[in-house]
């Protein structure tokens, strides 16, 4: 059986990826339609040796389509995704839009596949910090329940979209030949620099990507109980984001226990040679689909602490790659009937 899909965002840093991984991934596609803004409209993008036409997203565009990968952000999968499901499909929303409605299932799928069977219709992707910290943090959860999570993340400018990647690129070159760089899309520049994420701050002083890092964690996990705090800065890298993370369990957790346990968890790829001082790198997670984590060390401030170091390809494991795994997790299962048409 093959199905149609639809991406909405298709021109975008995660739509292009999408794309990239519907063909490398053999979906069994029965027709695909690419829709991004009317700023793209008479577009073509590459798909298994053809050119595919982008249009316009309207109503029309989701008559007889299974699956929406929508990737075009919050706003326009508020205004889409409610029309997708009337129509029949079942939507995977990589935007913040529905990740914390209740009746919308939060999925990674190492974590909490089960979760995308109660599905109506909509199912989100979580954010992509917390994404990369929830495969490497679950399996070790599983052992032993994690009490507190501390989580700095160093996060790539792929995070804010295409056109922040190229901003980054234009500003390092404008630096390097004596210019002063120019920022449009990102609110500072952030080549040769860094700065605290930019995202709307609370009354608490955390911002919207640190609450969703310890709202959507708790969502995922299933675990209310869990005490997360997060910092959250955005780093003159292009597409893969790295997290330090501190972890705190009610007894011990031994060094050796966590890397045999991460050295076979799903998604995971345990990269540390001490010897060396060779860890996780940015460049190296860079296309790769699982998230590298290393740096596995006891905390000498917590007796139950453990400290580790990873770092994740945002367009691909944090969005990309984590939506087509849901799809394919709908295709196995057998969850692609939408539950709310299914009278
Ligand atoms: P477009 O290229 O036509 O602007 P990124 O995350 O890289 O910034 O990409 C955002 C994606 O979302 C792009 O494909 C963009 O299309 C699409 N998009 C943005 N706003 C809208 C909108 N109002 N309607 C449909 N697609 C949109």
């Given at each position: 059986?093959?199905?149609?899909?639809?991406?909405?965002?298709?021109?975008?840093?995660?739509?292009?990826?999408?794309?990239?991984?519907?063909?490398?991934?053999?979906?069994?596609?029965?027709?695909?339609?690419?829709?991004?803004?009317?700023?793209?409209?008479?577009?073509?993008?590459?798909?298994?040796?053809?050119?595919?036409?982008?249009?316009?997203?309207?109503?029309?565009?989701?008559?007889?389509?299974?699956?929406?990968?929508?990737?075009?952000?919050?706003?326009?999968?508020?205004?889409?995704?409610?029309?997708?499901?009337?129509?029949?499909?079942?939507?995977?929303?990589?935007?913040?839009?529905?990740?914390?409605?209740?009746?919308?299932?939060?999925?990674?799928?190492?974590?909490?596949?089960?979760?995308?069977?109660?599905?109506?219709?909509?199912?989100?992707?979580?954010?992509?910090?917390?994404?990369?910290?929830?495969?490497?943090?679950?399996?070790?959860?599983?052992?032993?329940?994690?009490?507190?999570?501390?989580?700095?993340?160093?996060?790539?400018a792929?995070?804010?979209?295409?056109?922040?990647m190229a901003e980054v690129k234009t500003q390092t070159s404008a630096i390097l030949q004596g210019q002063p760089p120019v920022a449009e899309v990102l609110?500072y520049p952030l080549a040769f620099n860094l700065f605290?994420?930019?995202?709307?701050?609370?009354?608490?002083?955390?911002?919207?990507?640190?609450?969703?890092?310890?709202?959507?964690?708790?969502?995922?996990?299933?675990?209310?109980?869990?005490?997360?705090?997060?910092?959250?800065?955005?780093?003159p890298?292009l597409?893969?984001?790295?997290?330090?993370?501190?972890?705190?369990?009610?007894?011990?957790?031994?060094?050796?226990?966590?890397?045999?346990?991460?050295?076979?968890?799903?998604?995971?790829?345990?990269?540390?040679?001490?010897?060396?001082?060779?860890?996780?790198?940015?460049?190296?997670?860079?296309?790769?689909?699982?998230?590298?984590?290393?740096?596995?060390?006891?905390?000498?401030?917590?007796?139950?602490?453990?400290?580790?170091?990873?770092?994740?390809?945002?367009?691909?494991?944090?969005?990309?790659?984590?939506?087509?795994?849901?799809?394919?997790?709908?295709?196995?299962?057998?969850?692609?009937?939408?539950?709310?048409?299914?009278?």
């Amino acid at each position: 059986k093959s199905y149609r899909v639809a991406i909405l965002g298709a021109t975008g840093a995660v739509g292009t990826e999408l794309l990239e991984l519907l063909e490398s991934r053999a979906f069994p596609i029965a027709e695909l339609k690419l829709l991004a803004s009317e700023r793209s409209a008479g577009r073509s993008l590459r798909f298994n040796g053809e050119n595919i036409p982008v249009e316009q997203v309207c109503d029309r565009a989701f008559e007889n389509v299974d699956i929406v990968l929508a990737s075009a952000g919050g706003s326009t999968s508020k205004t889409w995704a409610s029309v997708a499901v009337e129509k029949g499909a079942v939507v995977i929303d990589n935007s913040s839009a529905f990740r914390m409605n209740p009746e919308v299932p939060l999925v990674v799928p190492e974590v909490n596949p089960q979760a995308a069977a109660n599905h109506q219709g909509i199912i989100a992707n979580p954010n992509c910090t917390t994404i990369l910290m929830a495969v490497a943090v679950w399996p070790l959860h599983q052992v032993k329940p994690v009490q507190r999570i501390v989580a700095s993340t160093y996060q790539s400018a792929s995070g804010a979209g295409a056109r922040a990647m190229a901003e980054v690129k234009t500003q390092t070159s404008a630096i390097l030949q004596g210019q002063p760089p120019v920022a449009e899309v990102l609110p500072y520049p952030l080549a040769f620099n860094l700065f605290p994420h930019n995202s709307p701050l609370n009354d608490l002083g955390y911002c919207e990507e640190e609450m969703k890092m310890v709202n959507e964690t708790r969502k995922i996990f299933g675990s209310q109980q869990i005490r997360i705090t997060a910092t959250c800065v955005r780093v003159p890298v292009l597409r893969a984001h790295s997290e330090a993370i501190n972890l705190e369990f009610a007894t011990p957790f031994s060094v050796e226990a966590a890397k045999e346990i991460l050295n076979s968890a799903p998604g995971v790829k345990l990269v540390e040679d001490w010897k060396s001082n060779y860890f996780p790198m940015p460049i190296e997670a860079t296309g790769k689909d699982e998230v590298l984590v290393g740096r596995i060390r006891q905390d000498i401030s917590h007796p139950c602490g453990l400290e580790l170091w990873l770092c994740g390809d945002q367009i691909r494991k944090g969005a990309a790659l984590n939506a087509i795994q849901i799809a394919e997790l709908l295709v196995e299962k057998n969850l692609l009937k939408p539950l709310v048409n299914s009278h």
